[in-house]
């Protein structure tokens, strides 16, 4: 199993392979996300009026650990 | 001459018939635009799982009316399984039951069960489990008007067989059925056969249906029950149309995984995916979902391990809509005694195929109950460390603790013969034939052995109690009558 978090400066929605994995925080910490290892298109759809710079990338999430998940960051954009 | 002649216009008028294409097996319709919110899939009929009950997830074996008794057995005793949730409200096991993958013999249960909740307990003994199966698709091969049938190259035994099913159990039900009730009025069903051209784990969802660009919901579920049971060498082959039109685009996950470095399960899986758009792939053929994976295990460990799966259960978790997910999973497995190697003459032809048949297919079962408690033991144990970490970070108080994201308690169960305490009754039933016919009695015998199973099996009475610290297992007594009845007296 591998771990993963989608940090951008705001709030957002975060997918994995086109499937939502909800809001990248909740109380103001990052969320960690489960995947199965190997490449996945990571994306971001950016919540309060905001848009990502780069909304989708190809990440190969191996070797993570809960303690310290992988970081796929995103900027939001206004 | 009269009788001659209406012979001869008998022949002339089937011929006719013929000609127009009835003997003909029904083909699946083609699909010509995926809309992932319509079809047979789990968002579809389910609602999104609510975190305060538990996850029930139940995958049922081949082994015929045996393992159709033993499954049943199982639901039985889900059904007056009830545990009081943490508001006091009482709830049973059975209502908390979320999907159910099942093969071959396990899957005539979970197939009625689904398209009839409501009378499957009254009736689905008397529709299956007491029935001679057996005995009527053999009076159907000795019918002459099924040989004429039978020698047209579309039509084939297991055609037949279908209809058979079609007509006495499953009342001419088609997936659409599945689709059209009230949302979560059952669990998500899981059919799986084995597409024997890429010898790869098939599945009777509208995921697997939309890599045909076919419409599941106009297929009849006994088909898909007939393609999952469909014994090799007994049966043909059951033919499924590959449409050649564009429906759509395959999902995300099959792009990436062709990606990843090497060659794994995960990219397997979506060369096997990627295969139904194949220029010159018409058909997939498909027997019995045993020979990829006879506990239906596969797809569940898929749908937990990966966020691939079309039903993927790590999704869920990810939502964090997943408090406890309990498998458990019903094998049927029988494993018979020999005295061959007692003399030097080898054994025969008979048993030689038996050992061919069943030898790889018992150990594949075997890795699939172990990585699946294996995957629940490792993450337990990375959850452990976590918090491990977090009480060693408790002396430096500077240093924030971390979250622990692993939310989930994983409870495994699994029921088989083998685990049967009393030898005498252990070994009576792992010697049990694989057919579609058992006396009476013996199916009564594999109904309560499965019910005793579950209420000794350790890791269920565990899970239970996360859920319900009060609950207690009940005592299931089998009668020793009907232990002498089905395993004879002991001396």
Redesign the interface.
Same mark, same amino acid.
């Given at each position: 199993?591998e771990?993963f978090t989608v940090p951008c400066p705001g709030r957002g929605e975060g997918f @994995?392979? !086109? @499937?939502?994995? !909800?809001e990248n925080k909740s109380n103001g910490?990052l969320?960690?996300?489960?995947?199965?290892p !190997?490449?996945?298109?990571i994306s971001m759809n950016c919540l309060a009026g905001k848009s990502c710079k780069v909304s989708k990338q190809?990440i190969?999430i191996i070797d993570t650990?809960? @303690?310290s998940?992988m970081e796929v960051p995103f900027e939001c954009a206004s | 001459m009269r009788i001659l002649k209406r012979a001869i216009t008998m022949i002339i008028l089937l011929t006719a018939f013929c000609a127009a294409g009835c003997f003909h097996y029904p083909e699946n319709p083609p699909l010509t635009a995926i809309n992932t919110n319509e079809g047979y899939r789990y968002s579809v009929v389910r609602d999104d799982p609510d975190g305060d009950k538990p996850f029930v997830l139940l995958s049922f074996s081949g082994g015929g009316t045996r393992a159709a008794a033993f499954a049943f057995g199982l639901m039985e005793e889900l059904r007056n399984l009830e545990y009081s949730k943490p508001d006091g409200v009482k709830r049973k096991l059975l209502d908390d039951v979320e999907i159910i993958s099942s093969v071959s013999g396990g899957s005539f249960t979970s197939a009625y069960y689904a398209l009839f909740p409501g009378e499957f307990f009254t009736k689905f003994p008397d529709r299956f489990l007491y029935r001679n199966v057996e005995g009527a698709l053999l009076l159907r091969v000795c019918n002459p008007y099924n040989w004429f049938r039978l020698a047209y190259p579309d039509f084939s035994r297991i055609d037949m067989a279908e209809e058979y099913y079609n007509e006495t159990i499953f009342e001419r039900k088609t997936f659409a059925e599945l689709v059209n009730r009230q949302r979560g009025s059952a669990p998500f069903l899981v059919l799986n056969a084995t597409d024997i051209g890429i010898t790869h784990r098939f599945e009777f969802t509208q995921d697997q249906f939309d890599l045909l660009c076919s419409d599941l919901s106009g297929v009849r579920v006994s088909r898909a029950v007939a393609a999952s049971s469909n014994f090799p060498v007994a049966f043909p082959p059951m033919t499924m149309n590959i449409n050649k039109q564009n429906c759509g685009p395959l999902p995300v996950w099959i792009d990436a995984a062709m990606k990843d470095q090497g060659l794994n399960r995960r990219k397997t899986d979506a060369l096997a995916a990627l295969s139904y758009r194949a220029e010159g792939r018409l058909y997939a053929h498909l027997l019995d979902g045993g020979i990829s994976d006879n506990l239906g295990l596969r797809g569940p460990f898929q749908a937990v391990t990966t966020n691939d799966s079309a039903w993927s259960i790590l999704n869920q978790i990810n939502r964090k809509r997943l408090k406890q997910l309990m498998v458990i999973a019903v094998n049927a497995k029988t494993t018979k005694h020999s005295d061959w190697d007692k003399t030097s003459k080898p054994p025969g032809i008979t048993k030689v195929l038996g050992v061919v048949m069943n030898g790889p297919m018992d150990d594949v079962s075997f890795d699939s109950v172990e990585m699946t408690e294996n995957h629940f033991g490792y993450m337990k144990q990375l959850s452990d460390t976590v918090n491990a970490c977090n009480n060693l970070l408790k002396e430096c108080p500077a240093v924030k603790p971390r979250t622990n994201p692993i939310t989930t308690d994983f409870t495994f169960t699994e029921l088989s013969f083998d685990r049967i305490p009393d030898p005498r009754l252990r070994r009576c039933l792992q010697e049990l034939p694989t057919s579609f016919y058992l006396p009476r009695e013996t199916v009564d015998l594999l109904r309560v052995t499965a019910a005793q199973l579950l209420m000794t099996s350790d890791s269920f009475v565990k899970g239970m109690q996360e859920l319900d610290p009060a609950w207690r297992p009940r005592t299931v007594v089998i009668d020793g009558k009907l232990v002498d009845t089905v395993c004879g007296v002991q001396r």
């Amino acid at each position: 199993m591998e771990f993963f978090t989608v940090p951008c400066p705001g709030r957002g929605e975060g997918f @994995i392979d !086109g @499937i939502s994995l !909800g809001e990248n925080k909740s109380n103001g910490e990052l969320n960690v996300f489960q995947c199965n290892p !190997g490449n996945h298109y990571i994306s971001m759809n950016c919540l309060a009026g905001k848009s990502c710079k780069v909304s989708k990338q190809l990440i190969n999430i191996i070797d993570t650990n809960p @303690i310290s998940p992988m970081e796929v960051p995103f900027e939001c954009a206004s | 001459m009269r009788i001659l002649k209406r012979a001869i216009t008998m022949i002339i008028l089937l011929t006719a018939f013929c000609a127009a294409g009835c003997f003909h097996y029904p083909e699946n319709p083609p699909l010509t635009a995926i809309n992932t919110n319509e079809g047979y899939r789990y968002s579809v009929v389910r609602d999104d799982p609510d975190g305060d009950k538990p996850f029930v997830l139940l995958s049922f074996s081949g082994g015929g009316t045996r393992a159709a008794a033993f499954a049943f057995g199982l639901m039985e005793e889900l059904r007056n399984l009830e545990y009081s949730k943490p508001d006091g409200v009482k709830r049973k096991l059975l209502d908390d039951v979320e999907i159910i993958s099942s093969v071959s013999g396990g899957s005539f249960t979970s197939a009625y069960y689904a398209l009839f909740p409501g009378e499957f307990f009254t009736k689905f003994p008397d529709r299956f489990l007491y029935r001679n199966v057996e005995g009527a698709l053999l009076l159907r091969v000795c019918n002459p008007y099924n040989w004429f049938r039978l020698a047209y190259p579309d039509f084939s035994r297991i055609d037949m067989a279908e209809e058979y099913y079609n007509e006495t159990i499953f009342e001419r039900k088609t997936f659409a059925e599945l689709v059209n009730r009230q949302r979560g009025s059952a669990p998500f069903l899981v059919l799986n056969a084995t597409d024997i051209g890429i010898t790869h784990r098939f599945e009777f969802t509208q995921d697997q249906f939309d890599l045909l660009c076919s419409d599941l919901s106009g297929v009849r579920v006994s088909r898909a029950v007939a393609a999952s049971s469909n014994f090799p060498v007994a049966f043909p082959p059951m033919t499924m149309n590959i449409n050649k039109q564009n429906c759509g685009p395959l999902p995300v996950w099959i792009d990436a995984a062709m990606k990843d470095q090497g060659l794994n399960r995960r990219k397997t899986d979506a060369l096997a995916a990627l295969s139904y758009r194949a220029e010159g792939r018409l058909y997939a053929h498909l027997l019995d979902g045993g020979i990829s994976d006879n506990l239906g295990l596969r797809g569940p460990f898929q749908a937990v391990t990966t966020n691939d799966s079309a039903w993927s259960i790590l999704n869920q978790i990810n939502r964090k809509r997943l408090k406890q997910l309990m498998v458990i999973a019903v094998n049927a497995k029988t494993t018979k005694h020999s005295d061959w190697d007692k003399t030097s003459k080898p054994p025969g032809i008979t048993k030689v195929l038996g050992v061919v048949m069943n030898g790889p297919m018992d150990d594949v079962s075997f890795d699939s109950v172990e990585m699946t408690e294996n995957h629940f033991g490792y993450m337990k144990q990375l959850s452990d460390t976590v918090n491990a970490c977090n009480n060693l970070l408790k002396e430096c108080p500077a240093v924030k603790p971390r979250t622990n994201p692993i939310t989930t308690d994983f409870t495994f169960t699994e029921l088989s013969f083998d685990r049967i305490p009393d030898p005498r009754l252990r070994r009576c039933l792992q010697e049990l034939p694989t057919s579609f016919y058992l006396p009476r009695e013996t199916v009564d015998l594999l109904r309560v052995t499965a019910a005793q199973l579950l209420m000794t099996s350790d890791s269920f009475v565990k899970g239970m109690q996360e859920l319900d610290p009060a609950w207690r297992p009940r005592t299931v007594v089998i009668d020793g009558k009907l232990v002498d009845t089905v395993c004879g007296v002991q001396r």
